[in-house]
């Protein structure tokens, strides 16, 4: 993957200005809307039953958040509408591994819906690689923290769901990892402060539909969403660390950071390599 691979992916964004269809939860979906508007793109969050298949049919890109686990029959009937119609399906595995009714939901997702992209922290790329339990909440559990001493193991596990499933993995950390089961991409991005407001994630998820949206190639577009995230997160903890401000500012400094994000920022600014194992 080339560096300027991610100023092209971005720039396609902005010049296609995908529609991008987010079922998700009700603490971030005004987030995950602002982002994309941000970005360059543009969101729906129909999630009816009764229209989401008809929805679909005129989006660029499907994002299924768990966060909204009372709107898994609704990600299923838009998910096998979307790939039908070839359109990319984004999986945000919510929690994925805390509670028997989110297992239940990723496994039936994940037997009927071809993804294009799953994004989850480690503890939830772990439960749907392993199909087991665990997690903290909607957060990673620290003994599932990606560090340099388990990275090997991480991506080893981020490849196994990668081939598994034929999506691209996106498991996101202190490292970010990024695979489609035979390339494999680190960045080293972002800040901590990304993980004191709610729905960073969420966010982050919703602007993989537009990238994904807007590329033809799902690696690269997950990539350069991960790292104008991660570089969006870091301007805003400047302005956080200048101003003396709290979390709540910090997340607004985020959706204007992806908003004023060029292209230029995006290919001197991200730290990544491709992982040679």
Known sequence: MERNT????????????????????????????????????SPTMAHDIREVEESVAGVQALVCNLGAIEDVEAMRLAGKKANALGIPVILDPVAAGVTTIRRSACATLLEEVRFTVIRGNAS???????????????????????TENTLPAAVALCQS?????????????????????????L?????????RITGSGCMLTA????F????ASPLPAAAAAVAAMDLAGERAEALRLQKGTGNATFRTDLIDAVFNLTEEQLTQGVHYEVYQG
Do not use: K, W, Y
């Open 6 to 41: 991610f100023a092209a992916c971005l720039r396609a964004v902005r010049e296609n200005a995908p529609l991008v269809q987010c079922i998700t939860n009700f603490v971030t979906v005004n987030d995950c809307a602002n982002i994309l508007l941000a970005v360059g793109g």
């Open 207 to 210: 602007l993989l539909g537009a």
């Open 161 to 185: 769901l990668a081939q598994s499933t034929g999506a691209v993995v996106a498991l996101s950390g202190a490292v970010d990892i990024l695979t489609d089961g035979v390339q494999t991409v």
């Open 212 to 215: 994904c949206g807007a590329n």
């Open 124 to 146: 939830e790329i772990r439960a749907l690689a392993l199909h087991q339990a665990g997690g903290s909440g909607v957060d990673v559990a620290a003994a599932d923290a990606v």
């Open 187 to 195: 960045l080293r991005n972002g800040c901590p402060t990304m993980s």
